[in-house]
């Protein structure tokens, strides 16, 4: 059963106040998809995760914080058209836009994140095209902040893992084929080489549905004896 609390807070850009409902819901029973979202009770706080500003527009976990520089990015174009953009869900607006804030401060990794995200809310309003769209930008995202030497996970070989996840659902086949292939080269941990397998037989399928983990278990090579 998931709680229900409030949060009091005063928008850190405009000054307003603002309430929000937040669940309590921490954990998850079953296995993560392959791109880590998780399991439900968990899973379907999604709604909750970033939160909107109703005055000014600025949209954060906590918008009672702002780092510095988002007051301005928050006043960018590109930020008010995506705050109310038509082909997006709403809740998925509130992710791009925090994606946009954290990108324009050069916080890649966090960005790519936020955009992953907002494709999960596209999923569930079933919007194919507008998920697949957050998906390819979270994947290019990815791909700069690990240029900076910025990731998303400490395990060796989990960003790998995130991306070829992104392509193959972006519908990007051919670049998640390449970055399977590279991986495997690099004798990955067992739980990345599972997954990896997994994916290489998925996009042979031209399958751009979501997967989990537990299935890539399944898909593990026997140990020599």
Known sequence: ????????????????????TIPEATGCVGSRDLDTRPAEPLRSTIYAWVKRCPSCGY??????KAPKGAADVV?????????DARKFPNIANTFLCWSIIQEDLGLLAQAAWASLHA???????????????????????????RE???????????????????L?????????????????????????????????????????????????RRFRR???L
């Open 1 to 20: 059963m998931t709680h229900l609390r409030h949060l009091n807070t005063t928008c850190a850009v405009c000054g307003e106040a603002c309430r929000f």
């Open 59 to 64: 949209c954060a976990p906590d918008p009672g």
């Open 75 to 83: 006043k960018l174009p590109r930020y008010r058209w995506q705050l």
């Open 119 to 145: 494709a999960w809310v596209c999923d569930d309003e079933g919007k194919d095209v507008p998920a697949r769209i957050c998906r390819k930008r979270a994947a290019d995202l990815l791909r700069r902040a």
């Open 148 to 166: 900076k030497g910025e990731r998303l996970a400490t395990l060796e070989g989990a960003d790998e893992a995130v991306l070829v996840d992104l």
């Open 168 to 216: 193959r659902r972006a519908g990007r086949l051919r670049e998640a084929r390449a970055v399977v292939a590279e991986t495997l080269e690099k004798n990955p941990l067992p739980i990345i080489a599972d997954i990896m397998r997994l994916q290489a037989r998925l996009i042979a399928a031209s399958d751009r549905g979501a997967h989990t983990v537990a299935e890539a």
């Open 222 to 224: 026997p140990v020599p």
